[in-house]
T-cell receptor, first 112, second 114 residues
Framework: DQQVKQNSPSLSVQEGRISILNCDYT??????FLWYKKYPAEGPTFLIS?????DKNEDGRFTVFLNKSAKHLSLHIVPSQPGDSAVYFC???????????FGQGTELSVKP | KAGVTQTPRYLIKTRGQQVTLSCSPI?????VSWYQQTPGQGLQFLFE???????NKGNFPGRFSGRQFSNSRSEMNVSTLELGDSALYLC?????????????FGSGTQLSVL
């Protein structure tokens, strides 16, 4: 039972354009959402988060949008850079401490 | 401040053996969580420890166990290894669980079971 789903295993974008990564969830008890970025042979690093009381959070080139009625969130990267090429994981929390529910990940490739 | 440290980085075992993985959290962090990453499955939550007590457990068989020491360091043990246990095992720490504070991950231990 996958409570957090990233339906696109991969995404290829041209440098300078917008990258949009999507994530869907099923559990309405989730109240906090995070995006992590992972390079090969490294652990995931935190990118950006959003509380369920907000619908948008912005940090530099990264913006996360939350649509609670659709149980959908998305990560926008503008402009995309080759260094953004990595696997992006969406994660959700129901405030049970260190337990996060992760999606399967989307591999982003930004081509020069 | 040193990050989350996991040892060893790579491990090769055969079926039926057991393995112990180690994790040192960021100094001052008292919560340690463990995750299993396999291709196509994302990160699956194994368990979480806080102040030497297991607070949360994922849906893994009893062959997977862990513990936390008084200095917050944690170990994870897998007994009677199976081929399907081959994965990247990630440890994460945070200072105060239950506050939606972000997790800090180590680089992981890549376990191969032959």
């Amino acid at each position: 039972d996958q409570q957090v789903k990233q339906n696109s295993p991969s995404l290829s974008v041209q440098e300078g354009r917008i990258s949009i990564l999507n994530c869907d969830y099923t559990n309405s008890m989730f109240d906090y959402f995070l995006w992590y970025k992972k390079y090969p042979a490294e652990g995931p690093t935190f990118l950006i988060s959003i509380s369920s009381i907000k619908d948008k959070n912005e940090d530099g080139r990264f913006t996360v949008f939350l649509n609670k009625s659709a149980k959908h969130l998305s990560l926008h990267i503008v402009p995309s850079q080759p260094g953004d090429s990595a696997v992006y994981f969406c994660a959700a929390s129901d405030n049970q401490g260190g337990k996060l529910i992760f999606g399967q990940g989307t591999e982003l490739s930004v081509k020069p | 401040k040193a990050g989350v440290t996991q040892t060893p980085r790579y491990l090769i075992k055969t079926r039926g053996q057991q393995v112990t993985l180690s994790c040192s959290p960021i100094s001052g962090h008292r919560s340690v969580s463990w995750y299993q990453q396999t291709p196509g499955q994302g990160l699956q939550f194994l368990f979480e420890y806080f102040s030497e007590t297991q607070r949360n457990k994922g849906n893994f068989p009893g062959r997977f166990s862990g513990r936390q020491f008084s200095n917050s360091r944690s170990e994870m043990n897998v007994s009677t290894l199976e081929l399907g246990d081959s994965a990247l095992y990630l440890c994460a720490s945070n200072s105060l669980p239950g506050t939606n504070e972000k997790l800090f991950f180590g680089s992981g231990t890549q376990l191969s079971v032959l």
